[in-house]
T-cell receptor, first 114, second 114 residues
Framework: QQQVKQSPQSLIVQKGGISIINCAYE??????FPWYQQFPGKGPALLIA?????SEKKEGRFTISFNKSAKQFSLHIMDSQPGDSATYFC?????????????FGEGTQLTVNP | GAVVSQHPSRVICKSGTSVKIECRSL??????MFWYRQFPKQSLMLMAT?????????EQGVEKDKFLINHASLTLSTLTVTSAHPEDSSFYIC??????????FGNGTRLTVT
């Protein structure tokens, strides 16, 4: 059972453009939604995370939008750069961030062309 | 920030042998660590939750006798792949977090079974 669905599978944008990745979840008990960035051969690195009590969170060029009623959340990367080319995973967990089992989406391979 | 270290980063072994992978929390104590497996171009799949001083909790479909987990101290968890077969070749990643903090991931171990 895939509890977190992510789209698109791959995404190509031009330098300076906006990259948008979407996720949808099923389990209403989820209360923590992080996004991870993974480069080839490396472990995932936390980018930004949100809790369902807010609808948007921004950190630098990265913004999470959260729609609790639709059970959807998305990552927006503004002014995308070639260095942003990586695989992005959304995730969800219950009972907050610490020590919780994360359920990952399928991942999005982002390519930013110079 | 919290650092999770894995060793080795790469290992090649022959079929039938066992391989041990170490996961350490370098600057914090972790009563719980998580072990994930990732096949090429796929998402991270949780294998088991490692609990300090007690037995690990395995996800459905993961053979506990094949993937032995030992969490002997608050900074070290080990995953031993016993009687490895080529289909066990994968990228194994551990994660842990300090109290009330997001999960941090190690840089993974690429296992190749020949």
């Amino acid at each position: 059972q895939q509890q977190v669905k992510q789209s698109p599978q791959s995404l190509i944008v031009q330098k300076g453009g906006i990259s948008i990745i979407n996720c949808a979840y099923e389990n209403t008990a989820f209360d923590y939604f992080p996004w991870y960035q993974q480069f080839p051969g490396k472990g995932p690195a936390l980018l930004i995370a949100i809790r369902p009590d807010v609808s948007e969170k921004k950190e630098g060029r990265f913004t999470i939008s959260f729609n609790k009623s639709a059970k959807q959340f998305s990552l927006h990367i503004m002014d995308s750069q070639p260095g942003d080319s990586a695989t992005y995973f959304c995730a969800a967990s219950k009972e907050g961030a610490s020590g919780s089992r994360l359920t990952f989406g399928e991942g999005t391979q982002l390519t930013v062309n110079p | 920030g919290a650092v999770v270290s894995q060793h080795p980063s790469r290992v090649i072994c022959k079929s039938g042998t066992s391989v041990k992978i170490e996961c350490r929390s370098l600057d914090f104590q972790a009563t719980t660590m998580f072990w994930y497996r990732q096949f090429p171009k796929q998402s991270l799949m949780l294998m088991a939750t490692s609990n300090e001083g007690s037995k690990a909790t395995y996800e459905q479909g993961v053979e506990k006798d094949k993937f032995l987990i030992n969490h002997a101290s608050l900074t070290l968890s080990t995953l031993t792949v016993t009687s490895a077969h080529p289909e066990d070749s994968s990228f194994y990643i551990c994660s842990a977090s300090p109290s009330n903090s997001p999960l941090h991931f190690g840089n993974g171990t690429r296992l190749t079974v020949t």
